[in-house]
C-alpha cells in the first residue's frame, strides 16, 4: 500500500479555472512534505514545500498543510495549458528519504 | 541551476544482461538517490547515499546494487537483468533533511 496516497488520479480543469489536489501520508512520522511537477517526458522537478502548519502561496499555486492529519492539498488558481503535468506528492520522515505518491494527473484544456 | 547527468538516456539491455546506469551530480550534494517510475506505481525509492562510499537500501533494492565512489558519482548496476527491471531510472541529488531534490533527465532501460 502507498504510505503516500494522492487524488484525484486525475484531473481536468478549464483554463483559468482552479485545480485543487490532495494528498495524505499514513506514515506518523512525516515531518516534511513536496509537491513536485513533472511535464511529459521531463524529470519532475520541485514546486513547492511545506514544512509547518498553514498555508503558503507561491504566485498562481497554494500550499496547505494539515500536520495533525498528515494532509496536504496544492491549489493552482487562474490555470494555464503550461501546468498540465503530473502532479507528484511527497513526505518525508526519518532521515533524508523521500517517498513519493502516485501522482495526479492535470489536464488545462483551453 | 543545480546540474544531474544520467547515462546513457536510452538503453536496450537482454535477459541476464549486466546493465550499469551512471550519474554524476556538480551541486557538492551529499545525498543522492536512485527512483524507477512505472506507471500505476509513481516514483519507488531504490537505492540512496549519503556521501562517498556509503549506499542504503531503498523500498526495492532487491536485483539492484549501488555504488558511490566519490562525492559526484553514483551508480545502479543489475547483474542480471531481467523483463520487470524495464522502467525509467531516475538520480536525484539533494542536501539536508528539507532537502529539495534535483533530478536527472532519466534512462529509458528496456529489458528483452
Known amino acids: 500500500q502507498q504510505k503516500v496516497q494522492q487524488s484525484p488520479e486525475s484531473l481536468i480543469v478549464p483554463e483559468g479555472g482552479m485545480a485543487s489536489l490532495n494528498c495524505t501520508s499514513s506514515?506518523?512520522?512525516?515531518?516534511y512534505f513536496w509537491w513536485y511537477r513533472q511535464h511529459s517526458g521531463k524529470s519532475p522537478k520541485m514546486l513547492m514545500?511545506?514544512?509547518?502548519?498553514g498555508e503558503k502561496e507561491e504566485g498562481r499555486f497554494t500550499v496547505h498543510l494539515n500536520k495533525a492529519s498528515l494532509h496536504t492539498s496544492l491549489h493552482i488558481r487562474d490555470s494555464q495549458p503550461s501546468d498540465s503535468a503530473l502532479y507528484l506528492c511527497?513526505?518525508?520522515?526519518?532521515?533524508?528519504?523521500?517517498?513519493f505518491g502516485i501522482g495526479t494527473r492535470v489536464l488545462v484544456r483551453p | 541551476e543545480a546540474a544531474v547527468t544520467q547515462s546513457p538516456r536510452n538503453k536496450v539491455a537482454v535477459t541476464g544482461g549486466k546493465v550499469t546506469l551512471s550519474c554524476n551530480q556538480t551541486?557538492?550534494?551529499?545525498?543522492m538517490y536512485w527512483y524507477r517510475q512505472d506507471t500505476g506505481h509513481g516514483l519507488r525509492l531504490i537505492h540512496y547515499s549519503y556521501g562517498a562510499g556509503s549506499t542504503e537500501k531503498g523500498d526495492i533494492p532487491d536485483g539492484y546494487k549501488a555504488s558511490r565512489p566519490s562525492q559526484e558519482n553514483f551508480s545502479l548496476i543489475l547483474e542480471l537483468a531481467t523483463p520487470s527491471q524495464t522502467s525509467v531510472y531516475f538520480c536525484?541529488?539533494?542536501?539536508?533533511?528539507?532537502?529539495?531534490?534535483?533530478f536527472g533527465a532519466g534512462t529509458r532501460l528496456s529489458v528483452l
Open positions: 514545500s511545506i514544512f509547518s502548519n
Open positions: 506514515d506518523r512520522n512525516v515531518d
Open positions: 511527497a513526505a518525508s520522515s526519518a532521515g533524508n528519504k523521500l517517498t
Open positions: 551541486n557538492n550534494h551529499n545525498n
Open positions: 536525484a541529488s539533494g542536501e539536508g533533511s528539507q532537502n529539495t531534490l534535483y
